[in-house]
T-cell receptor, first 115, second 114 residues
Framework: AQKITQTQPGMFVQEKEAVTLDCTYDTSDQSYGLFWYKQPSSGEMIFLIYQGSYDEQNATEGRYSLNFQKARKSANLVISASQLGDSAMYFCAMRGGGGYQKVTFGIGTKLQVIP | DADVTQTPRNRITKTGKRIMLECSQTKGHDRMYWYRQDPGLGLRLIYYSFDVKDINKGEISDGYSVSRQAQAKFSLSLESAIPNQTALYFC?????????????FGPGTRLTVT
């Protein structure tokens, strides 16, 4: 079974500061993928960043980076230079291996950026 | 135009009614999914389809059925709606050729069952 844990129900960050959203996972698969999605108040789910279990370097996409620590089974999202538009729910998700590549989502973290 | 569309965007229905939620995509992806989102529970998979002839149950399929009419269309039906099916429903697609299997979501359908 695979599991995603997000322990921060809500976070605040000052505009232009960096923020880290925590995500830990559990899986018995050797090959897996980790994702972060953003859900603004408008409701849509937006794919942000992906990290493969065999990727040696941490993934980066613009102001988003994924701090992947495989031994600790953590996949934290770092947002640099926060903007007001970053206020949203953020979901960590994991894709397992095998033919189905089951995707499991965490319960999310609500981030609020303060001017 | 959006790559993944869902209709209706909002729906209020009564207990016992049959309702269909529709999803269309122009991304050309073979894989399509239906999720529901409830506060505090994240997203849970209802059904998924890898192609027109391959449909599979997810973790919470009871009370739901699906139809994959074409590569681009995947519908979710509630045969007899009940209040605990009140939720935000998402359709999603993915392309295994990327090797990442990231999912692209529609805008969601907010369903209320009274």
């Amino acid at each position: 079974a695979q599991k995603i844990t997000q322990t921060q129900p809500g976070m605040f960050v000052q505009e232009k500061e960096a923020v880290t959203l925590d995500c830990t996972y559990d899986t018995s698969d050797q090959s897996y993928g980790l994702f972060w999605y953003k859900q603004p108040s408008s409701g849509e789910m937006i794919f942000l960043i992906y990290q493969g279990s065999y990727d040696e370097q941490n993934a980066t996409e613009g102001r988003y980076s994924l701090n992947f620590q495989k031994a600790r089974k953590s996949a934290n999202l770092v947002i640099s230079a926060s903007q007001l538009g970053d206020s949203a729910m953020y979901f960590c998700a994991m894709r397992g291996g095998g033919g189905y590549q089951k995707v499991t989502f965490g319960i999310g973290t609500k981030l609020q950026v303060i001017p | 135009d959006a790559d993944v569309t869902q209709t209706p965007r909002n729906r209020i229905t009564k207990t016992g009614k049959r309702i269909m939620l529709e999803c269309s995509q122009t991304k050309g992806h073979d894989r399509m999914y239906w999720y529901r989102q409830d506060p505090g529970l994240g997203l849970r998979l209802i059904y998924y389809s890898f192609d027109v002839k391959d449909i599979n149950k997810g973790e919470i399929s009871d009370g739901y059925s699906v139809s994959r009419q074409a590569q681009a269309k995947f519908s979710l039906s509630l045969e007899s709606a009940i209040p605990n099916q009140t939720a935000l429903y998402f359709c999603a697609t993915s392309d295994p050729r990327t090797g990442r299997y990231e999912q692209y979501f529609g805008p969601g359908t907010r369903l209320t069952v009274t």
